[in-house]
């Protein structure tokens, strides 16, 4: 017991001195940070405070209708074409559609379309979602959770999840109606397989291709009182990001297309998240047609002394262009959380 | 008691090939022979650890206690427990009074030194009372005085329980000492067999000679 | 690191109600399994290793092969087998607690087997020797030799509790990491790296090995007894 007490001490310890040291001496991390790779910075520049890392990464191209990111609420059909891994028929899946229809229709109730348009104001100072003209509007009655219908399984993509949407709007739902919303975040192509393969009741993402593919297979159904499939209520923009400096002259240039034609041309690192997500999708779409980008590996392996696929998530992609001083294609929610955190992403 | 003929092969190698024996009752036969003549072999094999090719009953019935070779040490336990597992702890407690290791009784049997490990296994063993008793080089790593104290807690429990006793040996010296009766093993083969003072003294076989020769006696 | 340090600290400090949900869904997750591959392993284990029986060798090819199993094919494996499409569908298990622990024990039970079959392969025959040369029948025979094993049951025990702890693929997969629901430490900090937040990662990282160290000590202490 006396040995136990004395290793824990030794630990409480270990850690507070580690923190103590640190608080001492400045952060390496800071004092590399503004070391710039390519941009030539003039060498009067004294090295900027230590203590927090400022953003230069900032948003270059924005509000381009090529940019448009729609979000789509899509509710699972119970008697879709379910099959299971050696494609046998499976027509007993178990999907809670009035949970699901309960929550679609008060997201797009008057009430949820109001949090969602205001989300993010008070924290960033910008509206992080705008809703759609010609939106679908719901005015079900929204009926109470019940034993059978209290767990609702969304699935969604990351990006929606990082955001903080969800994690605003659903809490208050669950509280008025009794609903449990699990929420199960993966990139588009995994949360949309995950939806396939029965474990879903309904989706939210942005992938309109994707989103088609799924509602053509039959995976989706027209909710009472609705007009199609496929529930488009929000969108954002895609933005553009960069060094601050633009060596691309990202800026100047015409339209988004005419942008990445410029960031190619002249070999400017990119950062792609290369992991089949939305924005991965929507990015390959932005190239030069010439390029022959694609999700594919074999599609890009000339370009990899600029083009960088990191497969990861988008706050992860974030700080790699960050240090990289690289171009990327972001959602503005993450962009704005990132930016708001010095870089550091919490 | 008696012990039926035996054979025992590895693959095609016969390792041991052995006719009928007696092991007199009250008395310690000691088995001498150089190493790999199949002294432990034939221990295992009377033991029932090991099988005999001909897969029968070899003893003419009654408990056998073995000690083998390398005693498993039960370093889990302590020595006072692996001694009186389930006996009378009088008797342990004489029989480590007699090998001198009753100060040990509370310790791991982990912490024990090789010689330690050797007097407990022979205490152990000598807990039970069995009719043949097979001992597999009790003292080998036992120090001359420990080894003179464990002969004599041999040949006395020999004695009062009347048991018959195989004692395993590569020390002629050791035979000399305790041993009525002595059987000569080479090469799996019984050589030569008797009184221990007749075979130690005047060998009747030449390659008995020459192996107790070699030994320096 | 020293900013993800003081961030730790913070974390623990400020006892966030998910961080100590994510610390006690782990804590579950990681001990139910660890211990329930325990009680299965160890038994399987000494019989391999005691036993010589048909089809033993086959047998313990098969578990070093599962030992070896990447822990994200398990997660998939069993997302398969649970999911709506699943043959396994109306036990409604996937993206709960119970088959993260179920995935966790299919994962460390080959460890543990492995573990205890070298040892008691390498004891086993000696004390066998010792044991019927007394004249002990197969129960005695069996007691001694578990307590003989005591010692590296705590090691195999040690082992499955760091796999289990430190383990992402099978129970991101199968859990779904689901928030207040099925997120644990690994799932936890895998997503704050993918959003970019490597210092809450690393945070979450430095919890996870203090306590881990915390449960080591605890049981090495106890070992250390054992021996004594």
Redesign the interface.
């Known amino acids: 017991m006396k040995k136990t007490i004395s290793l824990l001490l030794a630990l409480i310890m270990i850690l507070a001195l580690c923190a103590c040291g640190q608080s001492a001496a400045p952060a390496p991390a800071a004092a590399q940070a503004p070391a710039p790779a390519e941009e030539p910075a003039p060498a009067a520049e004294p090295a900027p405070e230590p203590a927090a890392l400022v953003v230069d990464t900032c948003i270059l191209k924005e509000a381009d209708d090529a940019m448009i990111n729609n979000y789509s609420l899509l509710a699972v059909n119970p008697d879709a074409p379910f099959a299971d891994a050696d494609g046998n028929p499976v027509t007993d899946v178990e999907l809670n559609t009035v949970g699901a229809a309960a929550l679609i229709n008060w997201l797009l109730s008057e009430e949820g379309q109001d949090l969602a348009a205001n989300y993010g104001f008070d924290q960033y100072g910008e509206y992080l979602f705008y809703l759609k003209d010609g939106r679908p509007v719901s005015t079900a009655e929204i009926p109470a959770a019940t034993e059978e219908t209290k767990k609702i399984r969304l699935s969604t993509t990351t990006s929606v999840n990082d955001s903080g949407l969800l994690g605003y709007l659903l809490p208050i739902f669950e509280d008025k109606y009794g609903y449990e919303v699990e929420v199960y975040s993966a990139g588009t192509g995994k949360s949309i397989a995950n939806a396939k393969m029965g474990n879903a009741d309904l989706i939210l993402v942005h992938s309109k291709k994707q989103e088609e593919a799924f509602i053509e297979e039959g995976f989706s159904y027209v909710l009472d009182g609705m007009d199609a499939e496929r529930l488009n209520w929000m969108y954002n923009y895609f933005v553009l990001c960069g060094p601050s400096a633009d060596p691309a002259g990202v800026k100047e240039a015409a339209d988004v297309k005419a942008a990445f034609k410029a960031i190619a041309d002249g070999k400017y690192t990119f950062i792609s998240r290369g992991d089949g997500s939305g924005t991965h999708t929507k990015e390959i779409s932005l190239w030069p047609e010439e390029l022959g980008i694609t999700a594919d590996a074999e599609s890009f392996k000339d370009y990899t002394d600029w083009y960088i696929s990191a497969n990861t998530g988008m706050g992860a992609c974030l700080v790699m262009a960050e240090e990289m001083h690289a171009y990327i294609l972001t959602d503005k929610a993450t962009f704005l959380t990132f930016v708001a955190n010095d870089g550091v992403m919490g | 008691m008696k012990t039926m003929a035996f054979s025992k092969t590895y693959g095609k190698r016969r390792v041991l090939e052995l006719p009928e024996l007696e092991l007199p009752e009250g008395q310690i036969t000691a088995v001498i022979g150089p190493n790999g003549s199949g002294k432990s072999t034939f221990a ?1 094999i009377l ?3 090991e099988r005999a090719d001909e897969k029968k009953a070899l003893l003419s019935g009654g ?6 070779q ?3 040490p ?4 302590t020595v006072k427990n692996i001694l009186t597992n389930g006996n009378d702890p009088a008797r342990a407690a004489a029989l480590m009074m007699a090998l001198d290791i009753e100060a040990l009784a509370g310790q ?1 049997a ?1 912490k024990l030194s090789g010689g330690e490990t050797a007097r407990m ?1 022979l205490c ?2 000598l807990m ?1 009372r ?1 009719d043949l008793l ?1 001992l597999d080089e009790p003292t080998t790593a036992m120090d001359m005085e420990s080894t003179l104290a464990a002969e004599k807690l041999i040949r006395d429990t020999c004695g009062e329980t009347g048991c018959a006793v195989l004692l395993i040996t590569h020390s002629i010296s050791q035979a000399r000492r305790i041993a009525d009766r002595v059987l000569v093993l080479q090469r799996g083969e019984l050589i030569e067999q008797g009184a221990a003072e007749a075979v130690l003294s005047a060998p009747s076989k030449e390659e008995t000679r020459r192996f107790l020769d070699f030994y320096g006696l | 690191m020293g900013s993800s340090i003081r961030k730790a600290i913070e974390l623990i400090l400020s006892a966030d109600p998910e961080l100590l949900n994510i610390l006690s869904t782990t804590a579950k997750v990681c001990l139910t399994s660890s211990v329930l591959a325990l009680v299965i392993g160890v038994p399987l284990g000494i019989l391999f290793g005691a036993e010589r029986f048909p089809g033993r060798k086959v047998l313990l090819v098969l578990n070093r092969t599962l030992i070896g199993m990447p822990p994200v094919v398990c997660g998939l494996l069993f997302y398969m087998l649970f999911s709506g499409v699943g043959p396994f569908r109306h036990l409604h298990l996937l993206f709960t607690v119970k088959l993260m622990i179920i995935a966790q024990v299919v994962l460390i039970t080959p460890i543990i087997i492995g573990v205890m079959e070298t040892f008691v392969a390498d004891t086993a025959p000696a004390l066998r020797e010792t044991t019927r040369g007394l004249g002990f029948g197969r129960i005695k025979e069996y007691k001694l030799l578990i307590n003989e094993c005591l010692y590296s049951i705590f090691s195999a025990y040690l082992l499955s509790f760091a796999r289990a702890i430190a383990e992402v693929g099978a129970v991101a997969m199968v859990g779904g990491a689901i928030a207040w629901k099925t997120n644990v430490m690994t799932t936890a900090i895998m997503m704050y790296t993918n959003r970019g937040s490597f210092t809450l990662g690393i945070a979450l990282g430095l919890i996870l090995l203090t306590l881990s160290l915390l449960v080591n000590v605890v049981l090495s202490l106890m070992q250390g007894r054992l021996s004594r």
Do not use: C, E, H, Q
């Open positions: 295992k033991a029932g650890i408990s056998v206690g073995y000690l083998p390398k005693s498993f039960f370093r889990m336990s791991s982990k296994a152990r063993i039970s069995y097979i």
